[in-house]
């Protein structure tokens, strides 16, 4: 319902750092799910901010679109932001894109998150609010939690803060490390991440 019959384009732009396996997962829902057909998104272009991301050769084989905007080669967070926004606008030419972050390590500036307002989603590795931040894994284990998870949310200014999209839960068992634990909470970040982005893409309708 309210999937208009040629909905305007809505490039979806993926940021990741590494191997990209949640930005697999969504190039395959976007086919699976005929995102194109349904709601006019197609993955527009993979960036990453480290040259060496093996996400990007994947990206590439699949015809999608790479780009590289290195974090070290700029003086501030802001002078890479602002590349990284000129980069992604190159994709995004009426500013309706909406932006992924896949396992994207740099912390975005107020005025990045700001841009892209309300279009602007993160897959973090626990249960926020509990351990927002890096080293998740290894917190949970040794805080003796039961239990771990991912949540998609909205990203704002403040770090993993943002309104929550989807949530999953895995067990934390006895002798677990926190490779395990990330291999665990892994394949549900491969589920949930496409669900919160085609729900976000329905109730934007066109
Ligand atoms: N930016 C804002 N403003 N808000 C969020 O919620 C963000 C964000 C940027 C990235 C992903 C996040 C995560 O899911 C994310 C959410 C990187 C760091 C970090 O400390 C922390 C959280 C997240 C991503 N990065 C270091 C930095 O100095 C660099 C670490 C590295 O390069 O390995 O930016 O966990
Ligand atoms: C994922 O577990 C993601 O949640 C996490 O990094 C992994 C990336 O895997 N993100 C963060 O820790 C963000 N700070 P992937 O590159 O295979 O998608």
């Known amino acids: 319902m309210n999937e208009p019959v ?6 979806l732009v993926i940021l990741i750092s590494g191997t990209g396996s949640n930005m697999q997962a969504i190039v395959r829902a976007a086919q699976a799910q005929r995102w194109r057909e349904r709601f006019g998104a197609f993955v527009a272009a993979v960036i990453s901010n480290r040259p060496d991301a093996k996400g990007l050769a994947w990206a590439a084989g699949q015809g999608v679109p790479t780009a590289v905007v290195d974090h070290t080669v700029y003086p501030s967070r802001e002078a890479f932001d ?3 926004a000129e ?3 190159r994709y995004d030419p009426h500013g309706r894109a909406l932006v ?3 396992g994207f390590m740099r912390i975005l500036t107020p005025g990045f998150v ?3 307002a309300g279009r602007l989603l993160n897959i973090h590795p626990s249960l926020l609010p509990a351990f927002p931040g890096l080293h998740t894994h290894r917190r949970a284990i040794e805080a003796g939690c039961r239990f771990a998870g991912a949540t998609v949310h909205q990203v704002t200014a403040e770090l993993d ?3 929550i ?7 934390i068992l006895p002798g677990d490390t926190p490779e ?3 291999a665990r909470v892994l394949t549900q970040e491969h589920l949930i991440y496409p669900r919160a982005i085609e729900r976000w893409l329905r109730e934007a309708g066109a």
């Open 180 to 182: 395990a634990l990330a």
């Open 161 to 163: 803060h943002g309104p």
């Open 165 to 171: 999209l989807e949530q999953a839960v895995v067990p």
């Open 6 to 11: 040629r909905p305007l384009p809505r490039p």
């Open 82 to 84: 602002t590349a990284l």
């Open 100 to 102: 992924l972050l896949a």
């Open 87 to 89: 980069a992604i606008g």
């Open 114 to 116: 700001q841009r892209y």
